[in-house]
């Protein structure tokens, strides 16, 4: 079992996301944005900079949090399937670059306003992912699947079918604890009424989970757009995405994979008072890392006694 994190919640540049890191103790980083850009749209020259950085840290990446099939790309649009296809062909120069082998990807937008089990959303998003995860696996690389605001994420019946329907020994799961509250049960039909349970999908994809982000909210309301809801982000274990319950259980079965920390608790604010906001988003992150690690000795202590 190991410790990452998306280290841009800690700070927009690389030196100080391998700072925060090293101070945690960790040696690894989930790479998401660097100077606010994704890792695989990166300029080139800023790419060899962030991994001469890393290796003069010893800090490495051990997973691409890319954008690929997120819920910016529509799966009925051929233009942003080609698209995100070319990020995909960048990340995967790059992860072999840095010698990464896990990539977070995605399964295209949520269809908020479109039948639960969209026949047509479906053969789109299966047929997509399918050619995505191919071009993983030729790579050498695992094509980790985020419940997320797309199509697998909206319900656990909805991942299970993703997983019936691509066939491929690098399509895995990473599981994240908070997003089942931000987003609505969609499992038994079309109705917006109630937000997922964290445990009933945890439990309902267990077997299929390789890693795991760690992500704490407060259901606060209904979005008016459609798609994520509103919520108050927490530290895990104070919110209601069943942390503790959900740990303790992976730790149980003998869950031996890495706890990646995403707290959403600070952003970055450009205004006069940018210096202050920088300083609190690292110091919530190293909190954030600290309390967690609490949070599994005390899990592992229980599970002792």
Request: hydrophobic content about 35%; glycine content about 8%; charged content about 30%.
């Amino acid at each position: 079992m190991y410790y990452t994190g998306f280290a841009d919640e800690a700070a927009v540049g690389i030196a100080d996301q391998i700072r925060a890191t090293k101070e945690l103790g960790w040696k690894y980083i989930e790479s998401r944005a660097i100077d606010g850009c994704n890792i695989h749209d990166l300029p080139e020259e800023k790419f060899e900079e962030v991994v001469a950085a890393l290796q003069n840290s010893g800090v490495e990446i051990n997973c691409f949090g890319s954008a690929v099939a997120n819920w910016g790309w529509d799966p009925l649009k051929e233009e942003d399937y080609l698209k995100t296809t070319e990020q995909l062909k960048r990340a995967l120069v790059r992860m072999k670059r840095l010698n990464c082998r896990m990539l977070r990807g995605m399964s295209f937008r949520a269809a908020w306003d479109r039948p639960a089990f969209d026949p047509e959303i479906e053969a789109n998003v299966f047929r997509k992912v399918n050619e995505l995860v191919k071009m993983c696996e030729d790579a050498g690389v695992l094509y980790l699947h985020e419940n997320c605001n797309n199509y697998g994420g909206m319900s656990w019946k909805h991942t299970l079918k993703l997983l019936d329907h691509v066939k491929s020994p690098n399509f895995k799961l990473v599981f994240d604890t908070g997003n089942p509250v931000l987003n609505f049960d969609r499992s038994n039909g079309d109705a917006l009424e109630k937000v997922q349970s964290s445990w009933e999908f945890y439990r309902n994809v267990r077997e299929f989970i390789y890693y795991v982000h760690i992500k704490d909210a407060i259901f606060m309301g209904r979005s008016e757009s459609g798609g994520f809801n509103k919520a108050q982000f927490t530290f895990a274990g104070e919110g209601e995405g069943d942390v503790v319950r959900i740990v303790t259980d992976l730790l149980k079965n003998g869950y031996d994979g890495g706890f990646s920390m995403e707290p959403h608790m600070k952003q970055v604010f450009h205004d006069a008072d940018g210096k202050r906001n920088d300083a609190e988003r690292y110091e919530n992150y190293i909190e954030y890392g600290r309390r967690f690690m609490k949070l599994v000795e005390d899990a592992k202590a229980s599970l002792a006694r």
